[in-house]
């Protein structure tokens, strides 16, 4: 890889990376031919940037958090050849980053990308065009994330979703869930929440797919049926066991698409970022984007890494 871009949100991490950026750029210059770097100012600047750079770039660095990640891929993964990718961490939770296995200090998850071992990732697609890393889901988890204000996030950091998860967890209103898989109904009834997943972590917590892995062509579904203490415990149990999460009140399955209908429509939460509303259709999209990663705990994956040139 000769020609590196990397994008930086300097706002991300209280600022951390943009103070490490003259560090991290002299150490990309000793390994790459061409290095360019870019500061976003606003929304939407990264994504305008991929568009303009990605044919002359073999490997775009994301350098922020979740929301810089999301932007980023779904400008990425938009393209017809889409370049190598990789995360500098520098946000709260960091959710993709650690399922591919890299350090939360930047520089030594700089060193990690500069052994250039690669892995092909699958990525969710919804029908209302967006791609996804990690995750995307209706229900408590847009709830817990909208009742989040920016000043706790701050100061708190992943300690405030799991507050806010404490506090929506018995507050959160059931509504009508079909989900459909293969013109065939999975699930008709009432539920409070619905995550489909590719990657492991949410909210920095690994407790709703555990053992997820993230080239394997297909997605995990989660159905909450009903809010309870003991589903809730259930998940959050294995989140210390690495076991599936089983309850009376829990569905899960595998698959590589469905159909989701909801009355009322629920908002969506995409990787973090909400806007659209069901209903919709998602499907996996299988080893679609070349990301650098890390140190993989899962040998599977391992045996999938590749080295890049």
């Known amino acids: 890889m000769k020609r590196i871009a990397l994008i930086l949100n300097p706002s991300a991490g209280k600022g951390q990376l943009l103070e490490l950026l003259d560090t991290i750029t002299s150490k990309l210059q000793q390994h790459c031919e061409e290095v360019t770097i870019y500061q976003t100012e606003k929304e939407g600047d990264g994504a305008d940037k991929v ?88 229900g408590l988890i847009t709830q817990v994330s909208l009742s989040i204000s920016s000043e706790d996030k701050e100061r708190l950091g992943r300690l405030a979703y799991y507050f806010s998860a404490a506090q929506n967890i018995l507050e959160t209103d059931p509504f009508h869930l079909e989900v459909t898989v293969d013109q065939k109904t999975r699930f008709d009834g009432e539920a409070t929440l619905l995550v489909v997943g590719n990657g492991s972590f949410i909210g920095g917590m690994q407790g709703f797919f555990p053992q997820s892995r993230i080239n394997d062509s297909h997605l995990d579904v989660l159905i909450l049926k009903e809010t309870s203490l003991a589903s ?50 998602i499907k996996v999209l299988p080893k679609y984007l070349t990301v650098l990663v890390g140190d993989l705990e899962d040998s599977a994956l391992q045996e999938n890494t590749y080295s890049v040139d």
Request: charged share 20%; net charge negative; glycine share 8%.
């Open 51 to 138: 568009r303009e750079i990605a044919s002359e770039v073999d490997l775009i660095i994301a350098a922020g958090g979740d929301g810089t990640v999301h932007e980023l891929v779904n400008a990425i993964s938009a393209l017809d050849q889409p370049p190598a990718f990789a995360i500098l961490p520098g946000g709260t939770c960091n959710d993709f980053c650690r399922t591919i296995g890299m350090d939360q200090d930047p520089l030594i998850a700089l060193e990690q990308i500069l052994r250039k071992q690669a892995l092909d990732v699958d990525v969710g697609y919804s029908s209302q065009g967006r791609y996804f890393l990690n995750f995307w889901g209706i």
């Open 232 to 281: 809730a415990w259930s998940m959050l149990l294995s989140n210390w066991t690495n076991d599936w999460p089983e309850s009376d009140h829990l569905l899960y399955f595998h698959t590589d698409a469905l159909t989701i209908t909801a009355s009322p429509e629920q908002t969506i939460d995409c990787d973090g970022e909400k806007g659209e509303h069901t209903p919709v259709d």
